[in-house]
């Protein structure tokens, strides 16, 4: 049982009571204060939980170069997208009037696959004209390491050929053909479809690029594209939790060329009057988003609280003085029972004006000097070995006038319980004989005996009992120092 008490860190320190009324010294301005930083944490507290809810607090975000295998990449959408900008709406379309055609084609395992019409789609551009979507595909192998392209894209722009259209269609003539070659800034536009992370709620945004490709009669433009992707963590759990992992294409590096008619026929064997060459670039960003988690929150809300708290210190030294100056003005009341008749007055600068006893002025100067003196007589009874010094004293005054046996038989006496029976003394009888009560109670203690001397007893509403003059006369102690 001791060894299980010496390891309780549960204990409760005894706590003594200052008076009957409170065991800690409380003041109304510290509970002011205290209910305003209660009130100010709280707030704070809330505050700070309705931002983390609306997301509206800024994630820690970090950023490295990440070596990917694409394994995540989301390419479920429209990824490349393809149209002819009429600058004019009376421009011809060259992809709808069949002067040129869009082409796709592949490398699988560095060879290359046949060339395939790009299907145009119900999708308008911003100023009407319909996308042609070429189907995206990548794919990516790991050699010693080290991650390379298998699979690329090239999209031709070549004058029309009958071998690519459908029974049906038939290529543009001539005429037509030299009218659209006439038109001034023939372009064709390359939007590149992105994706990125929201920093604030980790939702998904959607933005592009746009390239253009100038088309001219005598040049082959070329246009070397490398798809970049970001690779994202987020680490958005309150508790506990794995991270979410993102893959997208966020943008593109251009390579661009002007090159001859002739030297785009030799390299791929059509009148090619534009390429573009779609590969994805090896390495990426990765980003970390580490939103706040419940330690976060908890750490914010406690470093407010902790800074609000300190003014704690000032209230906890405010109330240490007035504890001081109270018991110290309880102690020389207990000595000098009239000074709770003095009234004394001070400035602004709490320095005592005036002092009055009794409604009596008294001189300041004396009662400054009277002070200072009492003052420091009470402030060494607060220390605790003064308080055994004077015990030790008041035992050897007793000492002096009774034997060591007499005192030890106080180990064995007290008072005793005569719950069942009748009081013996009737209190605050006006008629009752003070001689008759003396001799009656004078060897047997009772209930009283408990209180006797205790600072409660003083605040008792009694009658007092008349005490005959000869007890006076043989206590003039009692009689010389009686307080009307």
């Not at 779609?278 to 902790?306: C, R, W």
């Amino acid at each position: 049982m001791q060894l299980l008490r010496t390891a309780d860190f549960f204990g409760v320190p005894f706590i003594q009571q200052i008076d009957s009324k409170q065991s800690i010294y409380k003041s109304a301005l510290g509970g002011l204060v205290t209910l305003l930083i209660c009130s100010a944490s709280l707030a704070y507290a809330i505050w700070v939980l309705y931002l983390w809810q609306n997301n509206k607090l800024s994630p820690k975000i970090s950023s490295s170069i990440y070596v990917s295998d694409f394994s995540l990449l989301d390419l479920d959408y429209d990824v490349i997208k393809m149209y002819y900008w009429k600058i004019e709406e009376n421009y011809i379309d060259p992809f709808e009037s069949k002067i040129l055609l869009p082409l796709v084609m592949y490398t699988t395992n560095f060879s290359f696959t046949e060339l395939q019409v790009i299907n145009k789609s119900n999708e308008t551009a911003t100023d009407g004209t319909q996308f042609y979507l070429p189907k995206i595909s990548l794919a990516f192998q790991n050699i010693s390491g080290v991650i390379y392209t298998s699979s690329e894209m090239y999209i031709q722009i070549v004058k029309c050929q009958q071998i690519y259209l459908k029974e049906d269609e038939k290529c543009a003539s001539d005429e037509l053909i030299e009218q659209f070659f006439s038109q001034p800034l023939n372009t064709i536009v390359l939007q590149v479809q992105q994706k990125q992370l929201n920093s604030l709620d980790g939702s998904v945004q959607d933005s592009l690029q746009e390239f253009y490709i100038q088309i001219e009669k005598q040049n082959c433009y070329t246009l070397s594209t490398f798809l970049q992707s970001n690779f994202y963590e987020l680490q958005n759990s309150f508790l506990f939790g794995y991270p979410t992992q993102l893959e997208f294409i966020n943008g593109a590096l251009i390579q661009s060329q002007t090159n001859s008619v002739e030297f785009c026929k030799l390299a791929y064997g059509n009148d090619i009057l534009g390429v573009i060459f779609i590969a994805m670039k090896g390495n990426q960003i990765k980003t970390i988003f580490e939103y706040p988690h419940a330690g976060d929150l908890l750490a914010n809300i406690g470093s407010i609280v902790s800074v609000l708290f300190m003014i704690k210190h000032v209230i906890i030294i405010f109330n240490q003085y007035n504890l001081n100056n109270k018991i110290i003005k309880k102690l020389i009341q207990f000595y000098y029972p009239d000074f709770k008749n003095i009234i004394i007055y001070k400035n602004w600068r709490f320095k005592t004006t005036k002092v009055f006893l009794n409604h009596q002025e008294l001189d300041l100067k004396e009662f400054k000097l009277f002070h200072k003196k009492v003052k420091q007589q009470m402030e060494n009874k607060l220390s605790y070995l003064n308080l055994l010094y004077e015990m030790s004293r008041v035992y050897f005054i007793i000492r002096s006038f009774k034997q060591r046996e007499e005192l030890k038989k106080s180990h064995q006496i007290g008072i005793k319980l005569n719950l069942a029976q009748s009081k013996i003394i009737v209190d605050s009888n006006q008629n009752c004989d003070w001689t008759n009560r003396l001799s009656a109670t004078v060897s047997h203690l009772n209930d009283e005996d408990a209180d006797l001397l205790s600072l409660s007893h003083t605040f008792k509403q009694h009658i007092e009992l008349q005490i005959p003059n000869e007890i006076y006369i043989e206590n003039e102690f009692y009689e010389n120092n009686k307080i009307s």
